[in-house]
């Protein structure tokens, strides 16, 4: 299919936006086809460490695929992020104020008030 200027420089537009979402983006490519007599539109997006993102949309207006396309990359490149974040683990400032918490919690003397707890002796 051949593409107008207008349709071209829209897609452009949008898919220039997905390294405001994540800077690791290489190539974006954006294939727009008519199938069944339907626009559909399709967008390839490789980042770095063979990361790629793929979304496909069909629907009635040209417009609105490349936009559907566009929030389906998104929420792949947020989960991506979200799970290598939590891949990460914790900042080592986070692990070693909880050790220090825990040992100053083991360190406490108990409760020998004789009010908590069941007592097995009575």
């Known amino acids: ?10 897609a452009e537009s949008k898919a220039a936006k997905l390294s405001k ?4 983006i290489q190539s ?13 539109v ?15 949309h069909r629907d009635e207006d040209m417009h609105a695929c490349i936009d559907q396309c566009l929030h389906k990359i998104i929420e792949q490149i947020r ?11 914790q900042p ?14 083991a360190e406490e003397p108990p409760d020998r008030s004789g009010k908590g707890g069941a007592n097995p002796l009575h």
């Open 1 to 10: 299919m051949d593409a107008t200027d207008a349709l071209r420089q829209y």
């Open 28 to 40: 974006v490519e954006v294939i727009l086809d008519i199938e069944a007599d339907q626009p559909t």
């Open 79 to 89: 989960r991506h992020k979200d799970k290598v974040r939590h891949r990460q683990g």
């Open 92 to 105: 080592h400032s986070v692990t070693l104020q909880k050790a220090q918490e825990q040992a100053t919690a």
């Open 42 to 56: 399709e967008i390839l997006a490789t980042a770095r460490h063979r990361n790629t993102f793929v979304a496909t």
């Open 21 to 24: 979402y994540y800077d690791s």
